[in-house]
């Protein structure tokens, strides 16, 4: 006889109190979820593993939220900006090594140097790569026409987080002041998906008064967002931001890692096609982090290319890894042995087949 979560997962659609029960499966059922999962991934997507080569072009950002560690008001940061040399060269590495793709990552700058400076070093990277590095972008909120000079200078995927789809809690972990409107966001987002990006975004899991709800309408704001390409990462206090002033609590990290894998697992079954990231902040939790989060459906990660002086500048939250963590022999930096039945998209962008479903409108 099927068990609670075993006949929800024999369903072909997913209401809310699926998607909810689906979430507080027991720890004894939650292999059972991940195992659908990858089973999922691999019949829709296929079983490669993709690159996305980081790059964390600058660290100055006008924004002031609430756990973020390089907010505008944490005067600890060194602030940096890399040379438009330094990131040609890590973009370099990237086509060298074959990964596919890079992603381009920064605190939030509209002003129009930055932007001008952007669209060049987009059509730069094109041009030497003969167009063949993939370019996702992840700049935070810009203006309608900066999304498009960035499209049209080559970038294609574009990642901006909602954080949190319920205004109400979106609103408790950032200030509340015009810079920081959840309708911006969404209009951003919008934005982003006209403009003809693949678009990405995410959610924090385990973020203060965030319940169990919460983390049910955020999967679904996904897929009613039909969104291409999800990166969902634990909440990790950072001790300079107002949300990290009372510090860290190893136990709730777990609890937090172990209900990200759960959201990575539902994602994947609720949407099957898209591209999910195995992020970092999973590995600052556990050195496994990103294998697991592998082992529940995600098909996407993310080794740093940022040159190693700048990475210390560049803690959003506490613990993420400064260290290098590819090498020639191994430049995804994943434990193959941990995910076996899965192997390495290198040379290809790896695009997700949602994105051109979603346009012909199927
Ligand atoms: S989360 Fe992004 S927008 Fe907010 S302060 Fe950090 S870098 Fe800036």
Same mark, same amino acid.
């Given at each position: 006889?099927?068990?609670?979560?075993?006949?929800?997962?024999?369903?072909?659609?997913?209401?809310?109190?699926?998607?909810?029960?689906?979430?507080?499966?027991?720890?004894?059922?939650?292999?059972?979820?991940?195992?659908?999962?990858?089973?999922?991934?691999?019949?829709?997507?296929?079983?490669?593993?993709?690159?996305?080569?980081?790059?964390?072009?600058?660290?100055?950002?006008?924004?002031?939220?609430?756990?973020?560690?390089?907010?505008?008001?944490?005067?600890?940061?060194?602030?940096? &900006?890399?040379?438009? $040399?330094?990131?040609? %060269?890590?973009?370099? /590495?990237?086509?060298? #090594?074959?990964? !596919?793709?890079?992603? +381009?990552?920064?605190?939030?700058?509209?002003? &129009?140097?930055?932007? $001008?400076?952007?669209? %060049?070093?987009?059509? /730069?990277?094109?041009? #030497?790569?003969? !167009?063949?590095?993939? +370019?996702?972008?992840?700049?935070?909120?810009? &203006?309608?026409?900066?999304?498009?000079?960035?499209?049209?200078?080559?970038?294609?995927?574009? #990642?901006?987080?909602?954080?949190?789809?319920?205004?109400?809690?979106?609103?408790?972990?950032?200030?509340?002041?015009?810079?920081?409107?959840?309708?911006?966001?969404?209009?951003?987002?919008?934005?982003?998906?006209?403009?003809?990006?693949?678009?990405?975004?995410?959610?924090?899991?385990?973020?203060?008064?965030?319940?169990?709800?919460?983390?049910?309408?955020?999967?679904?704001?996904?897929?009613?967002?039909?969104?291409?390409?999800?990166?969902?990462?634990?909440?990790?206090?950072?001790?300079?931001?107002?949300?990290?002033?009372?510090?860290?609590?190893?136990?709730?990290?777990?609890?937090?890692?172990?209900?990200?894998?759960?959201?990575?697992?539902?994602?994947?079954?609720?949407?099957?096609?898209?591209?999910?990231?195995?992020?970092?902040?999973?590995?600052?939790?556990?050195?496994?982090?990103?294998?697991?989060?592998?082992?529940?459906?995600?098909?996407?990660?993310?080794?740093?290319?940022?040159?190693?002086?700048?990475?210390?500048?560049?803690?959003?939250?506490?613990?993420?890894?400064?260290?290098?963590?590819?090498?020639?022999?191994?430049?995804?930096?994943?434990?193959?042995?941990?995910?076996?039945?899965?192997?390495?998209?290198?040379?290809?962008?790896?695009?997700?087949?949602?994105?051109?479903?979603?346009?012909?409108?199927?």
């Amino acid at each position: 006889m099927a068990t609670g979560l075993s006949s929800i997962l024999e369903k072909k659609e997913y209401d809310r109190s699926d998607i909810l029960a689906m979430l507080q499966c027991s720890e004894e059922e939650s292999p059972i979820l991940y195992r659908r999962a990858v089973t999922v991934r691999d019949r829709y997507i296929g079983n490669s593993i993709y690159l996305r080569g980081l790059i964390e072009y600058s660290n100055i950002c006008g924004k002031n939220c609430l756990y973020c560690g390089i907010r505008r008001e944490n005067h600890k940061v060194d602030r940096y &900006t890399l040379t438009n $040399d330094e990131v040609i %060269e890590a973009a370099l /590495t990237a086509y060298r #090594l074959n990964f !596919g793709s890079i992603a +381009i990552q920064s605190g939030e700058n509209p002003s &129009t140097a930055y932007v $001008d400076n952007m669209e %060049e070093l987009i059509r /730069t990277i094109r041009k #030497l790569t003969r !167009g063949q590095l993939g +370019i996702t972008l992840s700049l935070g909120e810009q &203006t309608r026409e900066t999304y498009q000079r960035w499209f049209n200078a080559g970038a294609h995927r574009y #990642l901006l987080r909602i954080e949190a789809a319920s205004e109400a809690l979106y609103r408790r972990v950032h200030p509340d002041d015009d810079l920081h409107r959840y309708h911006r966001r969404l209009e951003c987002l919008k934005i982003i998906q006209e403009t003809g990006y693949q678009t990405g975004t995410g959610v924090m899991v385990g973020l203060p008064y965030q319940t169990m709800t919460h983390l049910a309408d955020d999967l679904i704001f996904m897929r009613d967002f039909n969104i291409d390409m999800c990166g969902m990462g634990p909440f990790i206090e950072h001790s300079d931001t107002p949300l990290g002033a009372r510090g860290t609590d190893n136990l709730f990290l777990k609890e937090r890692f172990n209900l990200t894998l759960r959201m990575i697992a539902i994602i994947r079954i609720i949407m099957k096609d898209i591209n999910i990231v195995a992020s970092t902040a999973m590995q600052t939790i556990d050195p496994a982090g990103r294998e697991k989060a592998i082992s529940s459906g995600a098909n996407v990660v993310m080794p740093n290319l940022t040159p190693d002086k700048y990475r210390p500048g560049y803690r959003i939250y506490e613990g993420k890894p400064g260290f290098n963590e590819i090498n020639k022999t191994n430049i995804s930096g994943l434990n193959f042995d941990l995910i076996p039945g899965t192997t390495l998209g290198l040379g290809v962008w790896g695009d997700t087949p949602h994105y051109n479903r979603r346009l012909s409108g199927r």
